[in-house]
């Protein structure tokens, strides 16, 4: 298993590789190797990327060649057995030995010890490693670190590492994932990255960077990265649903009429249309992010790191509703797909356990959402003393006033609607944090006492703002387009809108004029452009143009001969080999014999 997945894996990274493309499209390729993930993810995907946004242009002269060439191959190990949220509470150690240049890497205890790092239990032999950085008996916090783990000719761990896998997860077991240990394990002064924070030979501590959250840089980029993967993910899982909805016929409604295709069924266009939807705002939304974060990037090789903490929240709370929406609409079309969904040759398992993953790898869900509602609830503070807002929060002035805004169910009214709950469920958050602070309660517990909260409105203005990214890009990019297409992309954004209408009515009946009619003509709209979409359903999947080898799917191939890959899929099981499995000798005869 192991073998076969490191060589698809190179065939993969060497293949793109020559024909030098870049690393999101090698991403993409590697779906034709694996149904889960590359050993060499997080070589491409964080190990390369902190050598470029960590490194001095020196280390990077030194590092990038060696890694782009893979003449070494690395991975990236922060989390540790007792902390991965609380990346300030890390245990191992760096500590500069000024007499030999060196730092001095140690695991203090079991729970320091590196774990999940991908790549890292049999395939890197570098890897980046987050280690508070002590020097001249002073700690400096998490710093990051390259370190070769692994004798490049032999493999062999080196003299101090304790390496190895993790073992079986829910899914990602092509990801080999890893522990790493260190017993004073010496490294040159010079494996510490330096483009943000220097150790000098004498080992004096000087601090580069303006922003103290700059080695959380990869994270970010990564957060970014992921919003397009997850919209890839659910493109691919929604279009095997729908093309086997498309195939199987189930019941009969009517007596004297055939059995329909279950796409046919109103609640199935209920599950999967909403699946469509969401790929394509996703997509989008992606795009601005990457639009916005590379903006931030160019701001700050300029010095200027204003635009840095809108750019986390924002980067937070995607990565986080992304993953979270993705898990729950690609579970979905699991559902959708009955017994035959949950069989791995579908390929939704799999689909599924990547996406879940997403949502707790790169940041915890619930810890995301609350660095982005600590973002808002400083932005609402900040309003009310007078200072601007930035741009995603300008919708924050229309509640200065107070005032209910009035209902309108055109799509732009339903993206102000969005706006209102977002601004009153952070109003309503400021005002807990403040009551609680009144009745004696020091900030940090007024805050405490209020998370629950500061997470729903976090969410709510995520989804604001992917609403109004996902009608504005639409109309942007459709305005050249033919009437038709047009229409049908408008028909999807639209969608999007009321399907959140309908799941948030309870923050429209508070947060605005909202009345039971409007949301009785909410639903009506809703389950007659449901009907409007069904003609046009395959085609839009088809229109995400996955090949079958990408897919890897029983049902979801482009010919529609579902039973046919099932039964190919079902001959090709081990247990097939023989119409008598040996166990039936070694027990169950026995058994039934009376000798067991
Ligand atoms: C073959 C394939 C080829 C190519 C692939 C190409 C691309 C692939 C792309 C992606 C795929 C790659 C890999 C995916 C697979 C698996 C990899 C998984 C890896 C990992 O999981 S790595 C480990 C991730 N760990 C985390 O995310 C930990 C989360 N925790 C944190 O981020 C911090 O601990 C937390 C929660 C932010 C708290 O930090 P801290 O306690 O230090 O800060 P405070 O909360 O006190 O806030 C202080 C202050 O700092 C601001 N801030 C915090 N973080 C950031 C940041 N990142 N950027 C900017 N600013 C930040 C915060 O807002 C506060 O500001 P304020 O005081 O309010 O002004
Ligand atoms: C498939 C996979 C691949 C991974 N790959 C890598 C890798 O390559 N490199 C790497 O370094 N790491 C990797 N990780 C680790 C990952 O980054 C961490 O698991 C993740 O950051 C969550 O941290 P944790 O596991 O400590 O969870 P915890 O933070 O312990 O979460 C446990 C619970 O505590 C809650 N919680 C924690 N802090 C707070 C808080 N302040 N307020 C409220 N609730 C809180 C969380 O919401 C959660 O419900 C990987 C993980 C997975 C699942």
């Known amino acids: 298993m192991y073998g076969q997945i490191v060589r698809d894996g190179l065939v993969n990274v060497t293949g793109i590789e020559d024909l030098g493309l870049t690393s999101p499209v090698l991403q993409r390729t590697s779906d034709a190797f694996f149904k889960e993930i590359s050993p060499f993810l997080l070589h491409f995907g964080m190990f390369v990327p902190t050598i470029i946004g960590q490194c001095t242009p020196e280390q990077q002269a030194k590092w990038l060649p060696l890694a782009m060439d893979l003449k070494i191959i690395g991975t990236y190990a922060q989390t540790e057995l007792g902390h991965g949220t609380f990346i300030r509470g890390l245990e191992t150690t760096a500590t500069y030995d000024a007499s030999t240049e060196q730092f001095i890497l140690k695991t203090p205890k079991l729970s320091s010890y590196k774990w999940w790092a991908g790549g890292l239990g049999k395939t890197a032999n570098h890897c980046i490693v987050l280690a508070q950085l002590y020097t001249k008996g002073v700690c400096h916090g998490p710093h990051p670190f390259i370190v070769q783990i692994r004798d490049t000719e032999t493999h062999m761990p080196l003299p101090g590492i304790k390496v190895g896998e993790i073992g079986p997860k829910l899914g990602f077991n092509t990801a080999d994932n890893g522990f790493l240990g260190f017993e004073d394990f010496r490294i040159p002064r010079e494996n510490l990255m330096m483009k943000n924070a220097q150790v000098t030979k004498d080992g004096t501590y000087v601090k580069v960077a303006r922003h103290g959250k700059l080695t959380y840089g990869t994270m970010v980029f990564v957060r970014v990265m992921l919003v397009s993967d997850m919209a890839y993910c659910l493109a691919k899982a929604v279009t095997i649903a729908v093309r086997y909805s498309a195939v199987r016929r189930q019941s009969q409604p009517k007596p004297d009429q055939p059995e329909p ?114 973002f808002l609830v400083k932005s609402w503070e900040q309003m009310d003393e007078g200072k601007p807002l930035t741009p995603t929060l300008a919708y924050l002035e229309q509640s200065r006033n107070g005032s209910q805004v009035s209902w309108d169910d055109s799509p732009e009214g339903i993206v102000r609607g969005f706006d209102a709950v977002a601004a009153g469920r952070i109003g309503a958050c400021v005002k807990s944090i403040r009551k609680h602070i009144n009745n004696g309660m020091d900030y940090e517990d007024a805050w405490q006492m209020t998370t629950v909260q500061l997470v729903g409105a976090a969410e709510a203005h995520c989804r604001a703002v992917i609403c109004r990214v996902y009608r504005d890009e639409t109309a942007r990019l459709t305005a050249g387009c033919s009437p038709g297409v047009k229409a049908v992309l408008d028909q999807l954004s639209t969608l999007y809108l009321l399907y959140w209408a309908l799941e948030r009515t309870g923050d429209l009946l508070r947060f605005s004029s909202l009345s039971e009619r409007d949301i009785e003509n909410l639903q009506a709209r809703y389950e007659a452009l449901l009907l409007k979409i069904r003609p046009n359903a395959v085609g839009l999947v088809d229109a995400f143009d996955f090949r079958d080898e990408v897919l890897m799917s029983t049902l979801g191939s482009y010919d529609g001969r579902v039973y046919e890959r099932l039964m190919e899929e079902a001959l090709k099981t081990p247990l097939n080999r023989e119409p008598v499995s040996d166990s039936f000798h070694k027990y169950i005869k026995p058994m039934m014999q009376g000798k067991l």
Not at 262 to 267: E, G, I, N, Q
Not at 273 to 300: E, Y
Not at 308 to 318: D, I, T
């Open 261 to 374: 295709q279950v796409l046919d069924y109103l609640t199935q266009q209920h599950k999967l249309f909403i699946c469509i939807s969401t790929a394509h705002a996703m997509k989008l939304t992606s795009t601005w992010l990457w639009n916005t974060f590379t903006g931030v990037l160019a701001d700050m090789r300029d010095g200027n790191t204003d635009t840095l903490p809108e750019l986390h929240a924002l980067s937070s709370c995607l990565k986080a509703i992304s993953t979270s929406d993705t898990s729950a609409l690609i579970e979905q079309c699991r559902f959708a797909c009955g017994g035959h969904g949950y069989m791995y040759s579908s390929n939704l398992p799999a689909l599924y356990s990547f996406a879940t993953a997403t949502r707790t790898y790169e940041g915890d869900y619930t810890v995301l959402l609350l660095q982005t509602a600590r």
